[in-house]
């Protein structure tokens, strides 16, 4: 390792707990004294103060932890130095740098969208609709908030026009951060240490932005205290930038699930401000009855589609948990629980008789063995789906366990000694495996029981064709029934020559 890859990891050690309680304890320190101290001089050397260790956190940061994309956080930079520039000029005078101050401010808006745009990832909203859909209602009713309270008063003001369009567009600017700022937070994991400072520095931001705007449509607040907020977004963005997790901003990841309960407060939240709207709907407009109306109209039909989505995804949620725990992950067919629930439904087998085929395939240990377990999954799901081809749609098709599988169907005897015979020649054709062609064959034991009324028990039911399937294998008959094990067991001698011997037919 060489020695300039041994300094910043020697930083990255150094910059420990203590640096950040300093770090935050003389911000809030110097910020307090602002606030105490009603005085210009003190307010414009703070704010110099600040900025200007903010924009070293920053530098700090990326020589340290080298991210993958620092362009954005040379765009929150330069919007600190825009936004302090602003903030600067209008506090110097209301009129004569006016609008050169909303200039700089606009462009410090341009820098943090840019910065979030970059970080969100364009690639992660892609397909997400119900995160799309989450994050524009939360814009909806945040502009909804900001045309009723704050937007409306300004254009019902008696200024000049340019004055008017800029007043209300720092509002709808907010609405957009604090869309991006929801969509941000509602799909972070609680590791990424750095965007959630950013997150606490834009809400910071957010609210001194908000201040301003008051303060536009005729509240009395004191400068010192829209300062407040915007000097804690600053030091909360260097902080940010010190953190390791700062070089993982941008970087592709995947948005969890259980984060549609974290964007469904949000929305709750703009539908709790949307409900305001009546109590001051007496003052309003026409213009603005139109426009919050229409808001409002999109608000709720937005929390429709969503509701309906989260249905539909609930079902299918349900769907997909019910289908993995009844069928084999490997073969796609029934599990041995499924067959046994199966067997057990009253109203299916109750007035039917019914045959259970037992499955077994010949010399599969041998292949699991010779080729690996891969090349043996391989087979059982190839063999899964030519037994699948062979039987009826409403048959029951079920992977017993390892290589056994068991078929279920509303067949009579000869019926199933067709079906046996059909079984065997799916297994006359070798198996295409990535090991080449391998052959292998497969014994069957039949089991056959009258309608359900009989006293013939489930377990009764797998266990004889259990048995058959292992006579069918001993004297190499392909299939048997259980009846041929109750004779061969009364019997001196075994029927080699039974009936029921090992079909000569073709592939199917």
């Given at each position: 390792?060489?020695?300039?890859?041994?300094?910043?990891?020697?930083?990255r050690?150094?910059?420990?707990?203590?640096?950040?309680?300093?770090?935050?304890?003389?911000?809030?320190?110097?910020?307090?004294?602002?606030?105490?101290?009603d005085?210009?001089?003190?307010?414009?050397?703070?704010m110099?103060?600040?900025v200007?260790?903010?924009?070293?956190?920053?530098?700090?940061?990326?020589?340290?932890?080298?991210?993958?994309?620092?362009?954005?956080?040379?765009?929150l930079?330069a919007?600190?130095?825009?936004?302090?520039?602003?903030?600067?000029?209008?506090?110097?005078?209301?009129?004569?740098?006016?609008?050169?101050?909303?200039?700089f401010?606009?462009?410090?808006?341009?820098?943090?969208?840019?910065?979030?745009?970059?970080?969100?990832?364009?690639?992660?909203?892609?397909?997400n609709?119900?995160?799309?859909?989450?994050?524009?209602?939360?814009?909806?009713?945040?502009?909804?908030?900001?045309?009723?309270?704050?937007?409306?008063?300004?254009?019902q003001?008696?200024?000049?026009?340019?004055?008017?369009?800029?007043?209300?567009?720092?509002?709808?600017?907010?609405?957009?951060?604090?869309?991006?700022?929801?969509?941000?937070?509602?799909?972070?994991?609680?590791?990424?240490?750095?965007?959630?400072?950013?997150?606490?520095?834009?809400?910071?931001?957010?609210?001194?932005?908000?201040g301003?705007?008051?303060?536009?449509?005729?509240?009395?607040?004191?400068?010192?205290?829209?300062?407040?907020?915007?000097?804690?977004?600053?030091?909360?963005?260097?902080?940010?930038?010190?953190?390791?997790?700062?070089?993982?901003?941008g970087?592709?990841?995947?948005?969890?699930?259980?984060h549609s309960?974290?964007?469904?407060?949000?929305?709750?939240?703009?539908?709790?401000?949307?409900?305001?709207?009546?109590?001051?709907?007496?003052?309003?407009?026409?213009?603005?009855?139109?426009?919050?109306?229409?808001?409002?109209?999109l608000?709720?039909?937005?929390?429709?589609v969503?509701?309906?989505?989260?249905?539909?995804?609930?079902?299918?949620?349900?769907?997909?948990?019910?289908?993995?725990?009844?069928?084999?992950?490997?073969?796609?067919?029934?599990?041995?629980?499924?067959?046994?629930?199966a067997?057990?439904?009253?109203?299916?087998?109750?007035?039917?008789?019914?045959?259970?085929?037992?499955?077994?395939?010949?010399?599969?240990?041998?292949?699991?063995?010779?080729?690996?377990h891969?090349?043996?999954?391989?087979?059982?799901?190839?063999?899964?789906?030519?037994?699948?081809?062979?039987?009826?749609?409403?048959?029951?098709?079920?992977?017993?366990?390892?290589?056994?599988?068991?078929?279920?169907a509303?067949l009579?005897?000869?019926?199933?000694?067709?079906?046996?015979?059909?079984?065997?020649?799916?297994?006359?054709?070798?198996?295409?495996?990535?090991?080449?062609?391998?052959?292998?064959?497969?014994?069957i034991?039949?089991?056959?029981?009258?309608?359900?009324?009989?006293?013939?028990?489930?377990?009764?039911?797998?266990?004889?064709?259990?048995?058959?399937?292992?006579?069918?294998?001993?004297?190499s008959?392909?299939?048997?029934?259980?009846?041929?094990?109750?004779?061969?067991?009364?019997?001196?001698?075994?029927?080699?020559?039974?009936?029921?011997?090992?079909?000569?037919?073709?592939?199917?």
């Amino acid at each position: 390792m060489t020695r300039s890859e041994e300094h910043p990891a020697h930083l990255r050690r150094r910059l420990g707990f203590r640096w950040y309680a300093v770090l935050l304890g003389g911000s809030a320190a110097a910020i307090a004294t602002q606030l105490a101290v009603d005085s210009p001089v003190v307010a414009f050397v703070t704010m110099v103060a600040i900025v200007s260790s903010t924009l070293a956190m920053i530098a700090v940061g990326l020589h340290i932890h080298r991210p993958t994309h620092p362009l954005p956080w040379y765009l929150l930079a330069a919007s600190a130095v825009l936004f302090a520039t602003g903030t600067t000029l209008r506090g110097v005078s209301e009129y004569s740098v006016h609008p050169i101050d909303d200039l700089f401010t606009l462009l410090g808006y341009l820098g943090v969208g840019l910065a979030a745009l970059i970080w969100l990832g364009p690639s992660q909203l892609r397909g997400n609709y119900d995160l799309m859909l989450d994050s524009g209602l939360i814009g909806l009713g945040a502009l909804l908030a900001s045309w009723t309270f704050l937007i409306s008063p300004v254009l019902q003001s008696h200024t000049a026009m340019v004055d008017t369009l800029v007043a209300a567009l720092y509002p709808v600017l907010d609405a957009i951060l604090l869309t991006v700022v929801a969509h941000s937070v509602a799909s972070s994991t609680r590791s990424e240490t750095s965007l959630r400072l950013l997150h606490a520095g834009l809400i910071a931001l957010l609210l001194g932005d908000l201040g301003y705007s008051l303060e536009t449509v005729g509240a009395a607040v004191r400068r010192e205290v829209l300062l407040a907020p915007l000097l804690a977004a600053y030091v909360t963005v260097g902080v940010a930038a010190l953190h390791p997790t700062m070089a993982a901003l941008g970087a592709p990841r995947r948005i969890h699930p259980h984060h549609s309960r974290q964007r469904a407060s949000f929305i709750a939240v703009a539908l709790i401000v949307a409900a305001l709207v009546p109590a001051v709907g007496s003052s309003l407009e026409p213009l603005d009855r139109v426009v919050v109306s229409v808001l409002f109209a999109l608000l709720l039909i937005g929390v429709l589609v969503r509701s309906e989505r989260a249905i539909v995804r609930s079902a299918r949620s349900e769907r997909r948990a019910q289908y993995q725990a009844d069928h084999d992950m490997l073969t796609g067919l029934l599990n041995r629980a499924a067959l046994l629930r199966a067997l057990h439904d009253p109203e299916q087998w109750a007035h039917q008789p019914i045959c259970l085929l037992f499955i077994d395939l010949d010399g599969f240990k041998m292949v699991n063995d010779s080729y690996g377990h891969a090349v043996g999954d391989e087979l059982i799901a190839t063999a899964a789906a030519r037994i699948r081809q062979v039987v009826c749609r409403e048959d029951v098709v079920s992977r017993y366990g390892g290589d056994e599988f068991v078929v279920l169907a509303q067949l009579a005897r000869q019926e199933a000694a067709v079906l046996a015979e059909r079984l065997i020649g799916a297994f006359v054709r070798p198996f295409a495996l990535s090991a080449g062609a391998i052959p292998i064959t497969a014994s069957i034991g039949i089991a056959c029981v009258g309608p359900r009324s009989s006293d013939t028990s489930t377990e009764d039911l797998i266990r004889e064709a259990d048995a058959a399937m292992y006579f069918a294998k001993a004297y190499s008959l392909g299939y048997a029934f259980q009846d041929d094990v109750r004779q061969a067991t009364a019997e001196p001698r075994c029927p080699i020559g039974h009936p029921a011997g090992r079909s000569t037919i073709t592939a199917v």
